[in-house]
């Protein structure tokens, strides 16, 4: 799998990584934080959300513009990075709750139009590599591995969130409570239906309480302060992957260049391709069609930082046992994981006796790890709502090696299905996954969860995290047949001039979905939750139906 590639895919992947792992921090607590520090609602929150999301991805079309056109990809990429780091920080900047709302929207503006400048530019930069027939073979693969640069970034991003966030609680003698966040905005808007409750937890936190107002203050400034300090954290990462793109740049050199700037130059004029009008209009129309579908499946899988986040929160246990711990405790899971490698390494046939003897001492070693850090769990282990956000990333990078090599198996059998039909069976899988929110919405016991107005539902309907952690799985794998493979097909099929604004077009129509997370989101409160999960699964079902219908096109416009 990582044999055969340029060292500049290894570039990318080490700067695209740094780079995620600072956004998907963020990006974990993001509507905790609206919701803690503003009161927003879940539909507020959902509708900030979604416009950040959809900026966040839509302004990739003008970076696309400006590098194709005028500054190169690794110009480009260069001015967005430094472009996030300043964003970054005006977020990290600590006010007091109910304040300069205005800095925060800014941060969010600057964050993307860098993230814009960066993202599909450093796609562009990967594609171009793989133009060389040398490694042309290799493309898909290489998206694979990239997409894993992403998702190791972004299985780290919840654990530093929350162990920022705790750090920070914990300085001034809070701890975090799901329940307090809602119940303290409500009683500081003259709600005080909710002060008993409120009392209890926070007598919880503080011992006696004199002062309920002070205490609601106090609880929502630590809060959002340790929020502002963990979005500090993407400013560190950031600089390391500025560093990694800086100082490597010799290994990506030549697919930093655009056709126009190929052209302009007399040693690499013979490399430029030439489509006609014909044929770039034919790729263009399976892009645009291509991006159409892709919408639907960004809509459903970005519900996990804004729906199935508030969902955690709100409708699932906020403690597990010793066993199902091991997920949670993200260390705990990656001992675990590195654990069953060695096993597998060690039974492979191919594998050397070096390669045995060294899983083998792997095995022994992470299985002792995880074993004390088991060891080391209480009976009753809570955690915060965003750690299901690891799940994603965690299944991406576990799970890659397996769909690569299922893929290779039906390649090699002449069955390997082309991209826009992995993309239709993505959509059916993502389906699939949200017909499992639906029904652990039905488990809630004939709960009506429209009376508790934006307040955790009491224990006694609370349901396993399994539910979740069953969706997030399902939605990973399809991902794996979706996004990768997706972001390969734009770099092998979009008209040679255009490939930086075909990558922004993929992320542009990521970026409608995204806003169409606050458009969904806008029926949290208005529809039973089964039908609000309902509503995804019947998109993602038209969805497929429609690429499925227009596949031979697909196949014969882009072969």
Not at 382 to 396: A, E, G, L, R, Y
Not at 451 to 457: H, P
Not at 472 to 490: D, Q, R
Not at 507 to 515: D, H, M, P, R, V
């Amino acid at each position: 799998m990582f044999k055969n590639h340029p060292a500049g895919l290894f570039v990318a992947f080490f700067s695209n990584m740094g780079e995620r792992f600072g956004f998907y921090t963020m990006l974990a607590i993001f509507t905790l934080f609206l919701q803690a520090k503003y009161g927003y609602t879940a539909a507020q929150a959902t509708q900030v959300f979604g416009i950040f999301m959809a900026a966040v991805y839509f302004m990739p079309l003008i970076g696309g513009i400006l590098a194709d056109r005028w500054l190169g990809y690794g110009k480009t990429i260069s001015i967005g990075l430094v472009v996030m780091f300043i964003g970054y920080i005006l977020l990290a900047i600590p006010t007091k709750m109910n304040t300069n709302i205005g800095l925060v929207f800014t941060a969010l503006a600057v964050i993307a139009l860098g993230t814009g400048l960066f993202k599909g530019n450093l796609q562009a930069l990967v594609g171009n590599l793989y133009d060389d027939p040398k490694y042309s073979k290799n493309r898909d693969v290489a998206f694979n591995i990239f997409y894993m640069g992403i998702n190791i970034g972004a299985m780290f991003a919840p654990t530093a969130a929350e162990v920022v966030s705790n750090w920070i609680l914990n300085k001034y003698h809070f701890f975090y409570n799901a329940e307090i966040p809602a119940l303290a905005n409500k009683y500081l808007n003259g709600d005080n239906s909710v002060a008993d409750k409120l009392t209890g937890l926070a007598q919880a936190q503080v011992g006696q309480v004199t002062d309920l107002t002070a205490f609601a203050s106090n609880y929502i400034n630590a809060l959002s302060e340790s929020y502002h300090y963990a979005f500090g954290v993407a400013c560190i990462s950031l600089i390391v992957s500025m560093l990694v793109f800086w100082i490597f740049r010799k290994y990506y050199k030549t697919a930093n260049m655009t056709e126009r700037q190929k052209a302009k130059d007399k040693d690499l004029q013979n490399q430029v391709v030439e489509l006609t009008p014909k044929q770039t209009r034919e790729r263009l129309i399976a892009l645009g069609l291509v991006f159409f579908v892709v919408i639907f499946f960004w809509m459903a899988f970005h519900q996990n930082g804004a729906a199935m986040t508030i969902f955690a929160r709100d409708y699932v246990m906020g403690t597990v046992g010793r066993f199902t711990n091991l997920f949670f405790d993200l260390f705990g899971l990656l001992f675990v994981f590195f654990s069953v490698l060695g096993i597998i390494f060690f039974v492979r046939k191919k594998s050397s006796t070096r390669t045995r003897i060294i899983s083998a001492i792997g095995f022994i070693v992470f299985a002792t790890l995880t074993i004390l850090r088991f060891n080391s769990y209480g009976d009753v282990n809570p955690f915060t709502p965003q750690k299901f956000q690891h799940f994603n990333p965690f299944f991406i990078v576990a799970l890659t090696p397996l769909i690569v090599g299922y893929f290779s198996y039906l390649n090699k059998k002449g069955k390997e299905p082309s991209a826009p039909k992995k993309i239709g069976i993505g959509m059916i899988i993502t389906a699939i996954a949200y017909t499992i929110m639906v029904l652990g919405s039905l488990s809630l016991r004939g709960f009506d969860p429209g009376v508790i107005g934006e307040v955790r539902a009491p224990m006694d309907v609370l349901i396993s995290p399994y539910w979740l952690i069953s969706t997030y799985f399902l939605l990973t794998i399809a991902e794996l047949f979706l996004s990768p493979m997706g972001i390969s097909f734009v770099s092998r099929v979009a008209p040679p001039k255009y490939k930086g604004l075909m990558q922004g077009g993929w992320l542009a129509a990521t970026a409608i979905g995204n806003y169409a997370v606050a458009i969904v989101g806008s029926f949290w409160d208005a529809l039973p939750l089964w039908a609000f999960w309902l509503i995804l699964v019947v998109c993602c079902l038209l969805s497929a139906t429609f690429i499925f219908s227009i596949l031979k096109r697909l196949e014969t416009a882009t072969n």
